[in-house]
């Protein structure tokens, strides 16, 4: 199969650079770069050279519908909704990194702040989460691949909603992320000066991926209620990862050695979810430049409630790694394949 990665030069399209570059079934046909067309990906990135030949072009959607079969769209929120029409259109599968597709109109609109897409292309896309919707996303035209803290807070609350064990209306999420979560393009607000030797929260009660985490909760909560929680979210001194802490009061008596056993079997099948046992828990380097997510849990008999904790690289599970992960299912291959990279410790 054939990938087009649009926006290759930001921190997620150079991401999935870097793994189609290694991957054994998939081939990297073209990347693309509006402000940087018409020069070799290698000049502006020379860790790819002798690695990746490709010179940047613009976004059209014939032309790179006559050298790939799947476009992945690395590209900031409102952009990617202008580009995946014509796509589609071109007869490409897409998946969309950016927040474009995830959400209904008036949610997106509401918190994205930006015209949303068409409703019958809203309605046509999967979310991408494929330890829950691997059977949907194989089918599907149109991918919209999760943000990388609800990737991280998903995981590890779903299967204590789907058993209804815990009280949605108690839920409370903490989320810590490191710089290159904001993009590349410059901000004061990440300037090394802002963020060097210093700990922030930012966008609080207004994070636009609130409403993306809330919405596939309600859908898989077993009461069907709908889900609305406080989501706050911090910015660490530190290039990559992920630790989001979640804290909700459990609606019935299990200890922590039960919800484990739980998890246990919840990811059985799931190669990249990794559930660490009583009293260990997950911390960014365990996962760094890995497709992995590990989870961590802690009930607490005196207050009756679980914190759980789950650590993933945003830029690779958090993004580029799930859209690969998201590829091969399309393809029909080992969701895993491409993607065994052993985590970076140091």
């Not at 989320?175 to 090394?192: D, L, N, Q, W, Y």
């Not at 406080?230 to 989001?244: A, D, E, S, Y």
Request: aromatic share 6%.
């Amino acid at each position: 199969m054939k990938i087009a990665v649009l926006g290759a030069t930001g921190y997620t399209g150079l991401e999935l650079v870097r793994l189609l570059a290694q991957h054994p079934e998939l081939e990297l046909t073209a990347v693309t770069s509006d402000s940087q067309a018409d020069v070799q990906i290698a000049d502006v990135y020379p860790h790819l050279t002798d690695i990746v030949p490709h010179v940047l072009e613009r976004v059209e959607a014939e032309r790179i519908a006559e050298v790939a079969d799947v476009a992945l769209t690395a590209l900031p929120a409102g952009l990617s909704r202008e580009i995946v029409p014509s796509l589609l259109q071109a007869g490409l599968r897409v998946i969309d990194l950016a927040g474009d597709h995830r959400l209904p109109s008036d949610l997106y609109a509401e918190w994205y702040k930006k015209t949303p897409p068409a409703d019958d292309l809203l309605a046509s896309a999967v979310y991408g989460l494929p330890e829950l919707y691997a059977a949907e996303i194989a089918n599907a035209q149109l991918v919209a691949n999760p943000g990388c803290y609800p990737t991280a807070t998903l995981l590890s609350l779903v299967p204590l909603m789907q058993n209804g064990w815990i009280d949605p209306a108690t839920l409370i999420v903490d989320g810590k992320s490191g710089v290159t979560g904001a993009g590349k393009a410059m901000h004061p607000s990440i300037h090394f000066a802002e963020v060097n030797e210093n700990f922030k929260a930012y966008k609080v009660g207004a994070h636009q991926h609130t409403p993306e985490i809330e919405r596939i909760l309600t859908r898989e909560s077993r009461t069907g209620k709908e889900v609305t929680m406080t989501f706050t979210t911090h910015l660490v001194p530190m290039n990559r990862g992920i630790l989001t802490t979640s804290y909700a009061n459990l609606t019935v008596e299990q200890t922590t050695d039960d919800l484990l056993a739980l998890y246990a079997d919840f990811y059985r099948d799931a190669p990249f979810v990794r559930v660490h046992p009583v009293g260990r828990y997950p911390q960014t380097r365990d996962v760094s430049a890995s497709n992995y997510c590990d989870i961590g849990l802690h009930v607490d008999p005196r207050t009756r409630r679980v914190t759980v904790l789950a650590a993933i690289d945003n830029l690779v599970k958090g993004a580029a790694g799930q859209a690969v992960q998201n590829v091969n299912i399309l393809a029909g291959i080992d969701q895993t394949t491409g993607l065994r990279s052993v985590p970076v410790y140091l």
